[in-house]
């Protein structure tokens, strides 16, 4: 069991509909994810976080998607939703943010350049 770096934690902030725990949602991924429900105060920010609580907590957080063997499909989805909330795939929101700029900027790019085609890759 993943050490907790901020004992207790407040999980306000997490929408009520949408929690980490994957196995709520659609996709046959969620069945192969490592964190659980029981784990959402640490990929969800609690109400009013320091700064240097939620760098160490989303350190911890990607630890456990670091080590997930959907990390990829799970990223995607988070990218696709979009989630505005939480650590999914590895990624912060706000790196979830520049990701989805990077990419909607290289599908602009390939659209004025006349090329066609999904870009997958969310970095
Ligand atoms: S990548 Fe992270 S957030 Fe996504 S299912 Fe795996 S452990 Fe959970």
Known sequence: MLQLPHQPLQVAAIPPQRTPAREDQAGP???????????????FAPSKEPTAARLSREE???????????????????????????????????ERRVALAR?????????????????AAAG
């Open 103 to 119: 990419r909607r900027r290289r599908e602009a790019e390939l659209k004025a350049s006349g090329a066609t085609g999904h870009i």
């Open 60 to 94: 911890s957080a990607k630890r456990v998607c670091a080590r997930c063997p959907v990390m990829i499909e799970c990223r995607e989805h988070a990218l696709v939703q979009p989630e505005p909330y939480g650590v999914w795939g590895g990624l912060t929101a706000a």
């Open 29 to 43: 991924w969620h069945s192969e994810a490592v964190c659980r429900r029981d784990e959402a105060g640490l990929f």
